[in-house]
């Protein structure tokens, strides 16, 4: 691969680091590695979590989400995430491993556990602010969510989703792989709304 391999990072908050590839990492496919033990026999995450304060990282089709602990400056670390995203799309080997999939729990298994999550926990929780969460569907290891009532157009709706929801999603089931929120719009990977940028 003589071309240059093209990144865009963006910086999604203080934990979390997003980086869009220009071409596919992950084709067709979602995972989320919780740990390094986690991300063994898959190449990119296990560079990843190589590299020092790295607690989580989702790879998702042509895009990588990274997350790490601790508050320095994300400059210096996206450098070597790109490196090391570039340096396995280059080394022609593929990225996740074969394996990824096959231990994929069953959707019915996947949305089971996340509506019981959603009943007990979540909505009790977000009701206190007249709000509400609902599980539209589960595809593959794909969580596809939908906010309403206070939650709906709240511009705490994305720290909600981040912090809270996503969290206690992965805890529950570790084998998810995106958790999108379909509030708003049709489908796609878009936003419902636009939080500021700071």
Not at 31 to 38: D, G, N, T
Not at 50 to 77: A, F, Q, T
Not at 103 to 109: C, G, H, I, S
Request: proline share 6%.
């Amino acid at each position: 691969m003589d071309e240059e391999i093209k990144i865009k990072a963006e910086v999604l908050n203080e934990e979390t680091c997003e980086f869009t590839i220009d071409s596919p990492v992950y084709p067709g496919g979602s995972v989320y590695f919780a740990s390094k033990e986690a991300a063994k026999g898959s190449p990119l995450a296990e560079a990843l979590f190589e590299i020092e304060n790295i607690v989580g990282v989702l790879v998702s089709e042509n895009v990588v989400k990274v997350r790490k602990e601790g508050y320095e400056d994300w400059m210096p670390v996206a450098k070597q995430i790109g490196a090391a995203i570039r340096a396995q799309l280059q080394s022609g080997v593929p990225s996740i491993s074969e394996g990824v999939k096959a231990n994929l729990p069953p959707e019915d298994e996947i949305r089971e556990k996340v509506q019981q999550l959603f009943d007990s926990e979540i909505n009790p929780a977000v009701a206190q602010h007249g709000g509400h969460v609902d599980l539209v569907d589960v595809k593959g290891n794909v969580v596809y969510l939908q906010m309403g009532g206070g939650c709906q157009g709240c511009g705490m709706a994305d720290v909600t989703l981040k912090q809270g929801i996503e969290r206690a999603i992965r805890e529950i089931v570790p084998e998810v792989g995106d958790i999108l929120d379909v509030t708003d719009h049709a489908g796609g990977r878009n936003p419902y709304y636009t939080p500021e940028k700071k």
